[in-house]
């Protein structure tokens, strides 16, 4: 009668190891993971600065030297000019620029929607000098 009960103890304890998670309890616990992990992402990242004007400018005339794109600004967007046509290639505000001196020196104002600064590969660019609205200039090598 004994063997019986010691029996019956190894069948239940045997029954307790082999019992495991379902499939749908590790995709339950992975989701809530994934999302705490994004959320902490998200609150816990620093802000990252807007880029000024010079270091745009630098940016893209390196970007036009080695890939051969071309680049223009204009008062709310920087194009690219792909296949015939300039695309807008993202949007940056540049309505602080009052005016800007040309290749033949003489200083323009810009209008509504003009590009006026051009940036072509080998660091040729359309414009020598642009003067901000606080009257700040910015040389253009």
């Known amino acids: 009668m ?17 019992k ?14 994934s999302l705490a992990s994004t959320s902490f992402y998200l609150l816990l990242r620093q802000p990252v600065p807007e ?17 051969g794109l071309t680049f223009s600004f204009t008062k709310d967007s920087i194009k690219i000019y792909k296949k015939g046509e300039w ?3 993202e949007d940056f505000d540049t309505s602080y ?7 033949n020196g003489q200083n ?18 359309s414009v020598q000098k642009i003067t901000l609205n606080n009257n700040e200039s910015i040389e253009i090598n």
Do not use: C, W
């Open 20 to 33: 495991g998670f379902t499939l749908l309890e590790i995709i339950i616990v992975l989701t809530i993971i």
């Open 2 to 18: 004994d063997n019986l009960v010691e029996k019956g103890k190894m069948q239940i304890s045997t029954a307790q190891l082999n």
């Open 51 to 67: 880029e000024s004007l010079t270091d745009k400018i630098t940016h893209l005339q390196e970007n036009s030297l080695y890939t």
């Open 87 to 89: 695309v807008k290639f």
């Open 108 to 125: 323009r104002q810009i209008k509504e929607d003009e590009m006026y600064l051009i940036i072509a590969p080998g660091n040729q660019t």
């Open 97 to 103: 620029v009052q005016s800007y001196e040309d290749s």
